[in-house]
């Protein structure tokens, strides 16, 4: 059983499109974080998210964490190529013990010039 | 900030043969490392939590005879494939965690069996 539902699982876009990608679970989670990984390296951290309905922002990402600390979403604004990569939402399951970090299956985003 | 290090970044080796992966915190002291497998396309699948002088935990599934693991000081885990065949042919990742913050990700090895 995946925890984690990441979708779409392959997306491929123009630049200066707009894409969300959504991480959904039927387990409530203490905090959520979204990573970016390129072909050969480890994943990169690039927001953490802690409270229901919490939006943050870097740049053109937007992240948001669902109310009930379930789902989180990706959105990106005016894509370009160098957003392309897998990106991993990954969480810690609230009363399941701090250390465990569980990831979705990711989603594949293309960025196409 | 936090550095962790793992090498080799890349290994071709043949069948039957072993292959150690060193994961090290560079500036900080990680009481807790884990251990990833990467197939391609794929996500993470967590294959063990490393803990410093105590026995690794295994999930469900990987072997802990075929992966040994050992956490020796509060810098360094390795994890050992022994035997390896292609079937082990994988991208590995190990992660370390500072205290309770956030986990940093060593840059990963590619492991391919001939």
């Known amino acids: 059983t995946q925890l984690l539902e990441q979708s779409p699982q392959f997306l491929s876009i123009q630049e200066g499109e707009n894409l969300t990608v959504y991480c959904n679970s039927s387990s409530v989670f203490s905090s959520l974080q979204w990573y970016r990984q390129e072909p050969g390296e480890g994943p990169v951290l690039l927001v953490t998210v802690v409270t229901g309905g919490e939006v943050k922002k870097l740049k053109r990402l937007t992240f948001q964490f669902g109310d009930a600390r379930k789902d989180s979403s990706l959105h990106i604004t005016a894509a370009q190529p160098g957003d392309t990569g897998l990106y991993l939402c990954a969480g810690y399951i609230s009363g399941a013990g701090s250390y465990q970090l569980t990831f979705g299956k990711g989603t594949k985003l293309s960025v196409i010039p | ?114």
């Open chain 2, 1 to 114: 900030g936090a550095v962790v290090s793992q090498h080799p970044s890349w290994v071709i080796c043949k069948s039957g043969t072993s292959v150690k992966i060193e994961c090290r915190s560079l500036d900080f002291q990680a009481t807790t490392m884990f251990w990833y497998r990467q197939f391609p396309k794929q996500s993470l699948m967590l294959m063990a939590t490393s803990n410093e002088g105590s026995k690794a935990t295994y999930e469900q599934g990987v072997e802990k005879d075929k992966f040994l693991i050992n956490h020796a000081s509060l810098t360094l885990s390795t994890l050992t494939v022994t035997s390896a065949h292609p079937e082990d042919s994988s991208f590995y990742i190990c992660s370390a965690k500072r205290g309770n913050e956030k986990l940093f990700f060593g840059s990963g090895t590619q492991l391919s069996v001939l």
